[in-house]
Nanobody
Framework: QVQLVESGGGLVQAGGSLRLSCAASGSAFSIGVMGWYRQAPGKQRDLVATITSTANTNLVDSVKGRFTISRDNAKNTVYLQMNSLKPEDTAVYYC??????????WGQGTQVTVSS
């Protein structure tokens, strides 16, 4: 059974940094794209960043230059390094993993709160 475990969220002041992790387990199938979405209160869930199995990355404009996505294929883990955080980055962050033979799985979400 596939399981995604997120960690690293919390409360930080504006300008601070956090690093989110998401570890996938429970399947030996290959993983394709991994990524992060976020959902602010009262808003839809929006894409933040993606990374392919060959480490090609894509980040939305609002986080470019501040966030970095990376992955460790040996550990089936994806990371989101968030620097220069702003109050508007406050949201629940969800990781997702695309198992090529199984489909997409989601993490449980981790709260990131940036105070001004």
């Amino acid at each position: 059974q596939v399981q995604l475990v997120e960690s690293g969220g919390g409360l930080v002041q504006a300008g601070g940094s956090l690093r989110l992790s998401c570890a996938a387990s429970g399947s030996a199938f290959s993983i394709g794209v991994m990524g992060w979405y976020r959902q602010a209160p009262g808003k839809q869930r929006d894409l933040v960043a993606t990374i392919t199995s060959t480490a090609n990355t894509n980040l939305v404009d609002s986080v470019k230059g501040r966030f970095t996505i990376s992955r460790d294929n040996a550990k089936n883990t994806v990371y989101l390094q968030m620097n220069s955080l702003k109050p508007e980055d406050t949201a629940v962050y969800y990781c997702y993993v695309h198992y090529l033979a199984l489909g997409v799985y989601w993490g449980q979400g981790t709260q990131v709160t940036v105070s001004s």
